[in-house]
Nanobody
Framework: QVQLVESGGGLVQAGGSLRLSCLAP????????MGWYRQAPGKQRELVAS???????NYADSVKGRFTISRDNAKNTVYLQMNSLKPEDTAVYYC??????????WGQGTQVTVSS
């Protein structure tokens, strides 16, 4: 059973920052695209940001310029630095390891709440 272990969520005021971390098994981490998704109440899960094994990044338009995704291959960890947080960023954030176009591993989710 592959586990992705997330940490770093919490409650923050608008304009504040949080950093999420996701630890993945080394056997998959180094060869997969890692990503962060989020799901707000009543909404579909959406891609926030992803980083390929070659460190190419992709961001949702809503977070460009505010969020930064990065990966540390030595620690098998992917990070999401979130700055200038807005109430609309409130959601459960999920770490994702994309094994193929049709199969992924998911973390358990971590709550991020941004108060106005």
């Amino acid at each position: 059973q592959v586990q992705l272990v997330e940490s770093g969520g919490g409650l923050v005021q608008a304009g504040g920052s949080l950093r999420l971390s996701c630890l993945a098994p080394g056997i998959i981490f180094k060869i997969t695209t890692m990503g962060w998704y989020r799901q707000a109440p009543g909404k579909q899960r959406e891609l926030v940001a992803s980083v390929s094994s070659g460190s190419s990044t992709n961001y949702a338009d809503s977070v460009k310029g505010r969020f930064t995704i990065s990966r540390d291959n030595a620690k098998n960890t992917v990070y999401l630095q979130m700055n200038s947080l807005k109430p609309e960023d409130t959601a459960v954030y999920y770490c994702n390891a994309a094994i193929s176009s049709s199969f992924s591993y998911w973390g358990q989710g971590t709550q991020v709440t941004v108060s106005s």
